[in-house]
């Protein structure tokens, strides 16, 4: 059975701090692409982090660069993202999202956590 499950979010000042944890069972963890992605009221979900299956490649939303940094262990199964100077609009729930495309066919194979609240606010 395939899960991805987050930790870490919660409620913090701003200027603060935030790791986001993503465990994942269920598949080979090691062939996927993670990313995590984050949704605010009212608003549509959107990409905020990307990590190639071995750690070689990152990407960012250009809201967080140099604040985020997304990594992984893929020893551990666990997808990381660290959140610094964090801001009230980076209040939202935050997604983890597992990809793997078969190579030389279209078939994907796509998964999703249950989100975790991440609020700033003084």
């Known amino acids: 059975q395939v899960q991805l499950a987050e930790s870490g979010g919660g409620r913090v000042q701003p200027g603060g701090s935030l790791r986001l944890s993503c465990a994942a069972s269920?598949?080979?963890?090691?062939?996927?692409?993670m990313s995590w992605y984050r949704q605010a009221p009212g608003k549509e979900r959107e990409l905020v982090a990307r990590?190639?299956?071995?750690?070689?490649?990152?990407s960012y939303a250009d809201s967080v660069k140099g604040r985020f940094t997304i990594s992984r262990d893929n020893a551990e199964n666990t997808a990381f993202l660290q959140m610094n100077s964090l801001k009230p609009e980076d209040t939202a729930v935050y997604f983890c999202?597992?990809?793997?495309?078969?190579?030389?066919?279209?078939?994907?194979?796509?998964?999703w956590g249950q989100g975790t609240q991440v609020t700033v606010s003084s």
């Open positions: 999202n597992a990809v793997f495309i078969v190579p030389f066919t279209k078939r994907t194979y796509d998964y």
């Open positions: 269920g598949f080979t963890f090691s062939t996927y692409t």
């Open positions: 990590i190639s299956s071995n750690a070689g490649s990152t």
